[in-house]
């Protein structure tokens, strides 16, 4: 349904950022109502029209057989309407939140920088990835979280690894976009182990080490998004009754219990990650240091 409303405004669900789809600038100000894409679609999908349209009805029931919505396709327009409308008014209070800190930092010129690029990394990343982090679009079919290993190496001028498109860190950041295709990627939850600051990472039989981040997250890579606004969030955890999750502010009570009981950690969604340019790889795969990952947050529902 969301892909043929936007075939219908004539946009690509691809390149279109969050922010403007549910009403708020860049900056996390408001748009004029009814004016975002979140809005009309909500409308659309509920109108007497569409529900009764014998094409969409028929699609519909070929998508649905054999599911637990074959037969009830008007409860699965209700569910939709429903999941977006949630979406939209949990994406605002993450907004409104932030808004609400700038208010109040206005004598802290370092923190309302902070805020400031905050939420402009809230407001522009892109739509396909934030839907499928909120659950309404499916997460397995999207790979959203895959990053990237930059293992490109340079030594006195040489580069040790060449490969057809690669360029040296100084040349045309336009080419940039080829030679990602040709580095190693994984998804984030296991590029988070695997390419770890510190780690050894074994590619073509060579050992390159792992030392830092990059901060491209916008594809394709141009020399305009090639040092991009990182994704900052806090992560916490109740003491009382074990709730986790994460949040754009820092959380003052327990969504689930209420409690001001909480474990907060400051984060830092990795781009990608990146060897030392700079640095000689080597050969001696049996010398390869590990970064052992920390126990993970679980809660159950």
């Not at 079919?141 to 360029?167: C, I, M, R, S, Y």
């Not at 050992?207 to 394709?220: E, F, H, I, M």
Request: aromatic share 8%.
């Amino acid at each position: 349904m969301l892909s043929r409303f936007l075939a219908a405004q004539q946009t690509e669900l691809h390149k279109i950022p969050v922010g403007p789809f549910f009403g708020f600038k860049r900056d996390g100000d408001a748009m004029d109502p009814g004016t975002s894409l979140s809005e009309g679609f909500i409308i659309w999908i509920g109108t007497d029209s569409l529900r009764s349209d014998p094409a969409l009805i028929k699609e519909l029931e070929r998508l649905l057989v054999g599911t637990a919505l074959d037969g009830v396709y008007i409860s699965a327009l209700d569910e939709t309407r429903e999941a977006i409308h949630l979406a939209r008014e949990e994406f605002a209070r993450e907004c409104e939140a932030i808004r609400f800190d700038l208010t109040d930092t206005k004598d802290n010129a370092p923190r309302t920088f902070a805020l400031q690029r905050q939420i402009k990394r809230l407001t522009g990343e892109y739509l396909l990835g934030d839907l499928a982090g909120r659950g309404f679009l499916p997460g397995y079919g999207f790979p959203t979280d895959v990053v990237n290993f930059d293992n490109h190496v340079f030594v006195k001028g040489e580069q040790l690894a060449p490969k057809p498109g690669d360029v040296s860190p100084t040349s045309d950041s336009a080419n940039r976009r080829f030679h990602l295709r040709d580095t190693p990627s994984r998804q984030l939850d296991l590029a988070i182990r695997d390419y770890s600051p510190g780690t050894d990472v074994v590619v073509d039989g060579r050992v390159y080490r792992s030392a830092g981040l990059t901060l491209d997250w916008k594809r394709p890579v141009t020399e305009e998004n090639s040092r991009n606004i990182q994704s900052l969030g806090v992560a916490w955890r109740c003491k009382n009754c074990g709730a986790t999750g994460t949040t754009h502010v820092d959380p003052k009570v327990c969504s689930s219990c209420g409690l001001e009981n909480l474990i907060t950690h400051r984060y830092l969604k990795p781009a990608g990650f990146s060897c030392d340019p700079w640095e000689k790889p080597h050969d001696k795969i049996e010398e390869v240091s590990f970064i052992k990952p920390r126990t993970a947050w679980v809660a159950a529902q």
